[in-house]
């Protein structure tokens, strides 16, 4: 069965972004858009990376312009709002479906028929939690804010 580790991504800054990176480590992957009524999210996945990042929590943004269009510009445009506007440090990838015929590998692992979670990706900022071990432990909606009570209470405990 596979886990985390087994997927490479590609960096928002076009590197080569493997998975198993963040082996041993609990991750946060969170499907973002800049131009949402939900984007102000980023402030609050800043702060739980912030807090957690060394307790072991590593958040990634990916990036994905399938709802609404609301992902519309090039990756460094994409890099450069979330620096300047929400001081974003942790990891961004390159653009990516979440959903449909070319949705990526990772999201046919986390959200495809066979997943621990199956559905469609609802919209921007839907969460999927990941254990130290690479398995899918929890699924969030977009309305779930980083600061939602459930949701840090699974953050912490994932640690």
């Known amino acids: 069965m596979k886990k985390l580790y087994d997927f490479e991504m590609t960096a928002i800054d076009g590197q080569a972004m493997p998975l198993s990176q963040f082996e041993g ?34 958040v990634v943004g990916l990036p994905c312009n399938q709802f609404g269009g609301q992902e519309p510009g090039t990756e460094q445009e ?31 692992w986390l959200a495809g028929d066979d997943a621990k979670f199956p559905g469609d990706i609802k919209w921007n900022f839907g969460k999927f939690l990941i254990s130290s071990a690479g398995d899918v432990l929890q699924r969030f909606e977009p309305t779930v804010t980083p600061e939602d009570a459930d949701f840090l209470k699974a953050i912490k405990s994932s640690l």
């Open 25 to 58: 480590k609990a991750v946060l992957l969170v499907n973002v858009a800049s131009k949402c009524g939900l984007t102000p999210q980023y402030k609050g996945l800043q702060a739980l990376y912030e807090n957690y990042k060394d307790q072991g929590l590593e």
């Open 78 to 108: 994409i890099q450069s709002f979330c620096e300047s506007k929400y001081a974003v440090t942790f990891p961004l990838t390159s653009k990516i479906d979440v959903n449909g015929e070319n949705r990526h590998p990772l999201y046919q």
